[in-house]
T-cell receptor
Framework: DTGVSQDPRHKITKRGQNVTFRCDPI?????LYWYRQTLGQGPEFLTY????????KSRLLSDRFSAERPKGSFSTLEIQRTEQGDSAMYLC?????????????FGPGTRLLVL | LAKTTQPISMDSYEGQEVNITCSHN???????ITWYQQFPSQGPRFIIQ???TKVTNEVASLFIPADRKSSTLSLPRVSLSDTAVYYC?????????????FGTGTRLLVSP
């Protein structure tokens, strides 16, 4: 399967702990996105990478959140000092810059539960 | 980017054709339309994308009238496995990146 993969698929943690999620995009895709989705809502944009450069961050991304994409391949999203309000599905998507219409392909997501 | 409006929910039966209409009254000349499907606890899955007229692929058709202020996703002969949330989004051509703006989508329930 050459789609977007995310690890872990589920994470349960206690409030105050740090968590890190990984996303492996489709191999030839140079754009990578992180979204967050809470129950009953559509996904919300968090941040965007073009290759290794983080070019856009949502105001939803507080200073407890940090994302990296070293070498322009996989990406990690870290949440420090987790809070119960961080409980959500974290989705990664990737796309390429070829073509004038962009299509983002999503991974299966990481579901986070903060107790 | 243009805001989209969709019905909150729709019901259908197996074997029927389902049409979900999305309104995007403020769509700009440089905007295109994309539809995603999402099952519970999974990431959104790309269904179809178009700019004008009609686009068809192996799973759906997308009808876009000349004024482009709305679009209709058509699912032929739905099955129980088509029960999902469907999102309509508007994107901008030839930009640096697409910050997709999802609404709450349309919850389609297919019954036997």
């Amino acid at each position: 399967d050459t789609g977007v993969s995310q690890d872990p698929r589920h994470k349960i943690t206690k409030r105050g702990q740090n968590v890190t999620f990984r996303c492996d995009p489709i191999s030839e895709h140079n754009r990578l996105y992180w979204y967050r989705q809470t129950l009953g809502q559509g996904p919300e944009f968090l941040t965007y990478f073009q290759n290794e450069a983080q070019l856009e961050k949502s105001r939803l991304l507080s200073d407890r959140f940090s994302a990296e994409r070293p070498k322009g391949s996989f990406s990690t999203l870290e949440i420090q000092r987790t809070e119960q309000g961080d409980s959500a599905m974290y989705l990664c998507a990737s796309s390429s810059t070829s073509g004038i219409q962009e299509t983002q392909y999503f991974g299966p997501g990481t579901r986070l539960l903060v107790l | 980017l243009a805001k989209t409006t969709q019905p909150i929910s729709m019901d259908s039966y197996e074997g029927q054709e389902v049409n979900i209409t999305c309104s995007h009254n403020n769509i700009a000349t440089n905007d295109y339309i994309t539809w995603y499907q999402q099952f519970p606890s999974q990431g959104p899955r790309f269904i179809i994308q178009g700019y004008k007229t009609k686009v068809t692929n192996e799973v759906a058709s997308l009808f876009i009238p000349a004024d482009r202020k709305s679009s209709t996703l058509s699912l032929p002969r739905v099955s129980l496995s088509d029960t999902a949330v469907y999102y309509c989004l508007v994107g901008e051509l030839n930009t640096g990146f697409q910050k997709l703006v999802f609404g709450t989508g349309t919850r389609l329930l297919v019954s036997p």
